[in-house]
């Protein structure tokens, strides 16, 4: 390595005499001139092309790229400046690991930014990738950033000729036991992971849990997830209970309307065209009831003393459900009595046959 150094430096070092400091200095004078003509030349025509794209990220990348490219090149002249000074060992190997240590770090540094840019820039796509979301971005962000700073510590010792053999053994035991002591914090960590990646409901939505819990949810977190219920409680549900349940999402599916189901039954011998009018025009009436889609009756079942029917409206968010059909049984029933429909009750008719005698 020496040789192809001093072979390609010839010409100059020839220039210099034999003063080994003025020689040092022109491997250190020309990386800094090829770092001014890569930015400043070089990026800055890639930058001009970058700015007549949609996209802003490749012009922050290109901003960001300036600084590292500039170092690592001016990195490089100051090797060739080592070389000459310090051709020998053991200096050349603590100067060359230095170096790199520096390099490892500008560029650690840049990956870091930019993994933070790219990953706001997908979240913030409409066409990104789903598992890439508002909620999911400082999970992501971390994990991503953790693996870059493990990656720069084993190539920073691997610089410095530092066996990591022993130390990857004793993360090896180390997580194992971890693993053993936080079973259950490891598993609502990856629930929670799945949770945010999958996204089977989000913050704001309707849920109904299998213990037939309601509410809204108002936090997913990486532990947990918080529920506040119609009773204004909240409740917190460890996400690896919420990975492993039943739950339906009433705030799911193309719209966030929901269909609530007024039943109500009417003797026989009713007019059932004269209650399906009134059961129509009571929901067509109700500013909180959907226009579209159009409120709509069921003749369901004839029942042990009744006719049953069932009124079907859609509302625009399932927290109003309970105000909705409190204001339609109301007006139906005012409705009903208005017009001589009767509603039937549970009645026993008692039959007896013969008194029990004076004597």
Known sequence: MNEEASTLLAPLLSLVGENVYLQALIPLILGIAAGWVFNNIIITNL???????????????????????????LLVGLSGSVLILAPTEPYLGIS???IQTFAIVIWVTFLLKSNRIML?????NENRVKAVHNQTLPLFLNLINIF????AVYFIFSAWHIDMTAWLASAG???IAVGFAAKDTLANLFSGVFI???APYKIGDYVVLDTLERGEITHIGIRSTRMLTRGDVEITIPNSVMGNTKIINESGGPHEKFRCAIAVGVAYGSDIDLVRNILVNIAIAEETVCVDPEPRVRFRVF???????????????????????DILNTKIYHQFRDNNVEIPYSKQ????????SKD
């Open 47 to 73: 930058k001009k092309l970058a700015s007549k794209t949609n996209l802003l990220v490749d012009d922050h990348l290109f901003d960001l790229l300036q600084g590292p490219l500039f170092n690592s090149i």
């Open 96 to 98: 060359f690991s230095t």
């Open 120 to 124: 706001t820039a997908i979240a913030r």
């Open 148 to 151: 870059i700073v493990v990656m």
């Open 173 to 175: 035991i180390v997580g």
């Open 196 to 198: 945010m990646a999958d």
């Open 303 to 325: 029942g042990a003393s009744s006719l049953d029917f069932e009124l079907l409206v859609w509302i625009e968010k399932p927290m109003l459900r309970g105000r909705v059909v």
């Open 349 to 356: 008719d008692i039959y007896i046959k013969e008194l029990p």
